[in-house]
């Protein structure tokens, strides 16, 4: 993000914060079976950046001092076989967490950001779950708890978007449709329910004309985009595995 004299707004940082933010979410989750085989402890010290085009790279950090941003945590990839999967990867979320921030704030000052404008920076960011939120499963938690459902209603369903429309289809693009004898009341809690779920691979939240699929292994949601999964694709896919959950399993057959 050049600054290259041109005014800069808040907006203009997060959506830089937003794009570096959605590629590290996917080294951690969608990425995740490429991600680990990157961060080779054999190698040197590595570093995880997240990009302004929603990608991201495991590489070395900066050589020159000071660097042109602030730097990621160093050697991520020597904790890698030393800990649990999920705890290394709550790990590089955390500080990929920290480093975002940093990022975006070494932004604000270089552009001359005043207090209102720092805050409304930090409103828009605080806004969206963090990376540990979202790779530890915290986010969807959150959303149950804010969104309780009616007795009546499943469990499950607590705060997902609609359940699968066939049973060889875990995919789905609109909310199921509702009993007659459902109230007012009921079906306005079903469209906040989801709204308020998030996709486990960006974070974003559910929209109402965006397709979706439930991975069966561990009940999280995914925008098909994210995951890579058409709803042609999914109408031939009777058991659904993110790849979080299928990467996990093959690893521990290694």
Known sequence: MDGGGTHRTPEDVF?????RRA????ALTTDVEKFYQQCDP???????????????EVNLPAEEVPPE???????????RDGMDEKDWLSLVAVHSDAWLLAVAFYFGARFGFDKE???????????????????????KKQTKEKTPKSSSKSN?????????????????K??????????????????????????????D?????????????????????????????AEHIKHYKCPNCSGSSKRARV
């Open 15 to 19: 959506r830089d914060f937003r794009a």
């Open 23 to 26: 590629g590290m979410i996917k």
């Open 42 to 56: 054999e190698k040197e010290n590595l570093c995880l950046y997240g990009l302004p085009n929603e990608t991201w």
């Open 69 to 79: 941003l602030p730097e990621p945590a160093l050697g991520i990839n020597f904790a």
């Open 117 to 139: 404008s720092r805050k409304r920076l930090f409103v828009m960011i605080n806004n969206l779950p963090t990376i540990y939120e979202v790779v530890t499963g915290t986010a």
């Open 156 to 172: 499950k369903s607590g705060s997902k978007p609609p359940r699968q429309p066939e049973p060889n289809s875990r995919g789905s």
């Open 174 to 203: 609109m909310p199921p449709p509702k009993d007659e004898d459902d109230s007012g009341g009921e079906e306005e809690e079903e469209e906040e329910d989801h709204e308020n779920t998030l996709c486990g691979a960006c974070g």
């Open 205 to 233: 939240n559910y929209g109402q004309d965006e397709f979706w699929i439930c991975c069966d292994a561990c009940e999280t949601w995914f925008h098909g985009k994210c995951v890579k999964i058409t709803p042609a694709k």
